[in-house]
């Protein structure tokens, strides 16, 4: 992996250069790229877009590691405003929501996994009655377990809730097993943050082997694989195994992030492939930005340009 990879990711968590970055505009090019806007009607407007396309979406409203219930609070009312609009606008069938627990509460000292459970059943309630779904994005390692034990038991009441699991750390294609079962949807993807090898594999290429054993296994089994990344050759090896596993189209989903290979979304929708973009909004951007530069260090440039040419 990129020598660069682990220091992006820690400056993901410092506030000093978090308050330099953020005077950014969310117009400026490297912010636009992979987040369309801070508002609901922005993220809204992407949607019909993506929509209209041929897509299907799934919405991210920003924010993540808040200590502050208020902070919570206010998290869980964008996300019913969202599911508002979204049913209004007659998107909500190819639209769910994706909800990271440690935006709407979790780390709070003493009270956050229960606090977080009930808000994120507040969201789960809301999108079914909008006749959508929500999926539990996946944090560090330090929280797999309490957000699988919070999806457990959301499921008891909304069994459509979407688990996330990561192909870097070497406990998932376990919790694969356990969760390939009828009615399960999970989502795959390589994993974002900056992980310890205790828990995780440090080279690319482990990744890779390990979210294809993964991948094996979700297909294989009788849940509903979303298989979340844009790597080409993964992509290829998830058809075949389609192909070998005899699975519909419908019955597995490809998820890409918004503004990251447009034009292959758009070639496997149009061959037929369920395609999902992850669309992250608000003003809470800098984490995600800095975890997708930890990702392409190349677009660093383009970045660093952006900041210098704001002064
Ligand atoms: P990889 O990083 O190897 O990239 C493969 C190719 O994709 C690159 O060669 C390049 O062409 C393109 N590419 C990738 N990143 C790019 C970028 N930033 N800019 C431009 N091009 C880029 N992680 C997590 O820990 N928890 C979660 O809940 C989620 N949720 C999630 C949802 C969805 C829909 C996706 C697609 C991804 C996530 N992730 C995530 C992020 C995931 O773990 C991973 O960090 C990224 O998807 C990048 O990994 P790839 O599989 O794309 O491979």
Known sequence: ??????????????????????RLPVSSGIVNRYVPGE?????????????DDGLHVTLDFLGEDTLDEAQ???????????????????LARN???????????????GIGQKLSIENARRICQ???????????DMEDHTTTDLTLSALRQLRKDYPETGAVVQAYLYRTEQDCRALAHEGSRVRLCKGAYNEPEEVAYQDGHDVD??????????????????????????????????????????TYEFQMLYGIRPAEQKRLADVGEKVRVYVPYGDEWYGYLMRRLAERPSNLTFFLRSLISQK
Request: proline share 4%; charged share 15%; net charge positive.
């Open 126 to 136: 809301a999108a079914h009655a909008a006749g959508t779904t929500v999926t539990l």
């Open 39 to 51: 508002a609901t009607e922005q993220a809204v407007q992407a949607t019909r877009r993506l929509v």
């Open 209 to 250: 082997k390990s979210y294809v054993r993964c991948l094996k296994v979700l297909m294989a089994g009788q849940g509903y694989p979303m298989i979340a990344t844009h790597d080409p050759r993964l992509i290829k090896i998830a058809s075949a195994l389609a192909t070998r596993y005899a699975r519909m189209p419908a």
């Open 72 to 90: 919570a609070e206010a998290t869980v009312t964008a996300y019913l405003d969202l599911l508002d609009q979204l049913a209004a606008a007659g």
């Open 1 to 22: 992996m990129s020598l660069l990879r682990a220091p992006l990711l820690g400056l993901a968590r410092s506030h000093r250069i978090r308050d330099v970055v953020t």
């Open 95 to 109: 639209a769910e929501v994706s909800v990271k627990l440690s935006a709407i509460g979790q780390a709070l000292p």
